[in-house]
């Protein structure tokens, strides 16, 4: 009982921990001039952590945090099936405001912490391009 207790607080913790990544991100975005539109939206195949628009261009963000880049950055965890989700869920979020003309871009912010506390922010726009479906 012990350890599925101790594993809802730390699914807790972790949930907790990953909303002030994005709220970091949130915060630095629109110290960018990012005009900030929506959090967490959810669609039919995933989630897009934070919506903005810069300028005349809706941007779809991805917030990656890590603790430690020993393996790897964490941008590199957007792998071609999550770009592929994003940019599906984008399509979704394009349909509910009926405007597929509007430019898109699809950045990465990375979170690194050290010690509990955001050490770094990495923004990275126009970090990928949706892969076309194939006919």
């Known amino acids: 009982m012990a350890y599925w207790i101790g594993l809802v607080v730390m699914s807790q913790n972790i949930c907790a921990w990953l909303d002030w990544a994005e709220r970091a991100a949130r915060r630095h975005l629109k110290k ?59 399509r979704d979020y394009l349909r509910l405001l009926e405007r597929s003309d509007i430019p898109v871009r699809y950045d990465i912010v990375e979170v690194l912490l050290e010690e509990g506390r955001v050490n770094e922010i990495r923004h990275q726009p126009n970090a990928f391009a949706p892969a076309r479906k194939s006919r």
């Open 32 to 90: 960018a001039g990012f005009k900030f539109l929506y959090a967490n939206f959810r669609g039919e195949q995933g989630e897009i952590d934070l919506i903005f628009r810069d300028k005349e261009i809706l941007v779809f963000v991805e917030v990656k945090t890590r603790s430690s880049e020993a393996w790897r950055r964490p941008a590199a965890a957007v792998n071609r099936d999550k770009q592929r989700r994003i940019a599906a869920t984008a």
